[in-house]
């Protein structure tokens, strides 16, 4: 006998079992008993357009057996709504189930219309997700609703002492070359729509910190696309910092980073011939001995130049 078959609560509702395609269907999914009677239940209480507490546990129990489905969360979501529940209480319970299922998608959207609730951001909320990203600095789900959340609640920083900016630099502390931490970066200092210009001094910050980053490692992509991406933003334009780039990967000296020849290359394509000439020999040395796995890439970006056969 099952769950619900056997509760007084649930005597009156009479359970719809799922449909695969009669007594002879060709595949059906093996799914457990305990889980059939629940969904069965749902689909029952679904068609009666049900909203009560029971039913908020049903949800609850399906979600413990089969976290990604959809349709549950979105009933979930809309039950909360018609009992008036406390968004708090959900988030507490939302915790334990997403520290569970690291990598579920739902359990994010579902966050998002719980949050959409509050008018200030709740005081534990970012505590929880540093907890979330400490078991995984790179969950694409978490940072995700992080930036809702900073645009949401307008939490874009305006000090380097931010919450947001402090809260990169301890990651990028950990894990330099955590591309998902430099992505939030720009994202919390470029990404104010209300900031349709960049300051000198916001510029100058983001040139000095990326720049001290790829000192500690040069062979880190993350910072070289960073500070490219901080020039165009600026209007500076690469030439403020090829001599940076050429610390790392001019002279007759040894190639102490890819992205720096990559970086010149880039550079020097937007000049002269004579220019494009140190181009096409950079890019020569990326397809050869640095990054020949790419070397279809470089030949490519060779042919660009203008300057014959590659």
Do not use: C
């Not at 739902?106 to 200030?120: A, C, E, G, P, V």
């Not at 949401?152 to 931010?162: A, K, M, N, V």
């Not at 992505?183 to 210009?197: I, K």
Request: net charge negative; glycine share 6%; proline share 4%.
């Amino acid at each position: 006998m099952g769950q619900y078959e056997d509760t007084a609560a649930w005597v009156d509702i009479i359970p719809i079992p799922q449909d695969d395609g009669g007594p002879n269907a060709l595949a059906t999914i093996a799914y457990t008993d305990e889980y059939s009677e629940a969904m069965s239940y749902l689909r029952a209480v679904m068609a009666k357009d049900e909203k009560s507490e029971r039913v908020l546990g049903l949800t609850d129990h399906i979600i413990s057996m089969n976290p990604a489905h959809y349709t549950v969360w979105l009933y979930r979501a809309d039950v909360l709504q018609a009992l008036n529940h406390d968004p708090a209480e959900e988030l507490e319970w939302l915790n334990k189930i997403s520290l569970k299922h690291l990598k579920n998608y739902q359990i994010w959207h579902h966050r998002q219309t719980i949050m959409s609730q509050f008018s200030t951001l709740p005081p534990l909320e970012l505590s929880f997700l540093s907890r979330m990203l400490a078991k995984d600095a790179k969950n694409y789900h978490v940072w995700s609703y992080r930036q809702w959340l900073v645009a949401h609640f307008s939490l874009w920083p305006t000090s380097p002492s931010s919450t947001e900016l402090t809260f990169v630099e301890q990651l990028l502390l950990v894990d330099l070359r955590n591309n998902s931490a430099w992505n939030h970066r720009w994202f919390v200092v470029f990404g104010n729509p209300e900031h349709t210009s960049v300051t000198n001094e916001t510029s100058q910050r983001e040139i000095d910190f990326a720049m001290s980053k790829i000192r500690e490692a040069p062979q880190n992509q993350s910072p070289w696309n960073y500070l490219k991406g901080v020039l165009r933003k600026s209007g500076l334009g690469m030439r403020a910092l090829g001599g940076f780039a050429e610390e790392f990967a001019g002279g007759e000296g040894e190639v102490r980073s890819s992205y720096a020849l990559d970086f010149l290359a880039e550079m020097w394509s937007q000049g002269g011939e004579e220019e494009k000439r140190k181009a096409e020999k950079a890019l020569s040395l990326l397809a050869d001995t640095y990054d020949p796995i790419r070397k279809n890439y470089w030949d490519y970006r060779k042919r660009q130049l203008g300057l014959g056969q590659a």
